[in-house]
């Protein structure tokens, strides 16, 4: 019995740390945007929650500094579609055109991210456990399997996670558990965090915001 378990969690550990099946492919590379024209629109209107060089001071708002430029298109592009639902986001995407949201997504992905200090030393070592190793028993994954053991993320297909804020994070998990948030290809973070616990959540959030 306890072989038998043991080879379980082994080949848990195997599938989670490889490229998974069930990972989206890789789609084709994004028309490139012009971080200069997006200037003024960083300083009018996105600097006051993101901050104009995208380290948001804010644990409600998203940093974007150094996010992947396609990444960042998309959750544009899809805020304008209500793909993606945001009472304060939709009307602000409103009124971007596509070359508005490639060059914000440019001008963004180019800004230097800033490191952040994780606090709970509980919760890190928990957090660490499950996003390098997931939780064979509830079949969660390792987070590192998509989003990297830096949480740099893969270019097009996962978004860079390191130094996000525990706040920020732990909402979008619970956005994805709820099914508020179902923009991601396939539901495959609807599913993720179906399995996840609040502990886990926070646990997992925190261990992220102190990534660099």
């Not at 490229?19 to 960083?42: H, T």
């Not at 396609?70 to 055109?97: C, D, T, V, W």
């Not at 230097?112 to 499950?130: F, S, T, V």
Request: hydrophobic residues 40%.
């Amino acid at each position: 019995m306890k072989s038998q378990a043991l080879l379980s969690g082994l080949l848990f550990a195997a599938l989670s740390c490889a490229n998974p099946a069930w990972a989206n492919p890789a789609p084709a590379a994004a028309a490139k945007g012009d971080a200069a024209k997006a200037q003024k629109i960083v300083n009018d209107v996105c600097g006051a929650c993101h901050s104009t060089d995208g380290n948001s001071t804010s644990p409600a708002y998203p940093s974007l500094a150094g996010q992947h430029p396609e990444y960042i298109a998309k959750q544009l592009s899809e805020f304008k579609s209500g793909a993606r639902k945001n009472s304060i986001m939709a009307p602000n995407a409103a009124k971007l055109s596509d070359e508005d949201m490639l060059n914000l997504a440019a001008y963004y992905s180019a800004q230097q991210p800033k490191p952040r200090l994780a606090k709970d030393a509980a919760l890190i070592a928990e957090g660490q456990k499950i996003y390098k190793g997931g939780n064979a028993g509830s079949g969660v994954p390792a987070c590192a399997s998509c989003h990297g053991p830096a949480g740099s993320g893969i270019p097009v297909q996962f978004p860079r996670l390191a130094g996000q804020h525990a706040k920020y994070v732990l909402s979008q998990l619970k956005n994805f558990r709820s099914g508020d948030r179902a923009n991601d290809g396939g539901k495959m973070m609807q599913v993720i965090a179906r399995k996840m616990t609040d502990q886990e959540m926070k646990a997992v959030a925190e261990y992220i915001n102190g990534l660099r």
